[in-house]
């Protein structure tokens, strides 16, 4: 049995979807404590990792688009 191989970007998109799990657990629990919700935080946060996971995206399908046409020189 052939096991798929995990590249880069795959490995790189689990870990930003971990880490915005892990942020809103960690978020839930400190503005429950302290009563404070850290807004600014939360959408800099967020637009990071969204930012960073579309333009994993972009890259893969780029890249997917790139290997079906031959290469031509200019």
Do not use: Q
Request: proline share 1%; charged share 20%; aromatic share 12%.
């Amino acid at each position: 049995m052939k096991k798929n191989k995990l590249n880069g970007l795959d490995i790189y998109i689990i870990y930003c979807i971990v880490a915005c799990v892990l942020f809103a657990i960690a978020e839930m629990i400190v503005s429950s404590i302290t009563g404070i919700t850290h807004d600014s935080l939360t959408v800099a946060w967020y637009g990071f990792h969204g930012g960073e996971v579309f333009v994993c995206a972009m890259i893969k399908k780029w890249k997917l688009r790139t290997d079906d046409v031959p290469f031509t020189e200019v």
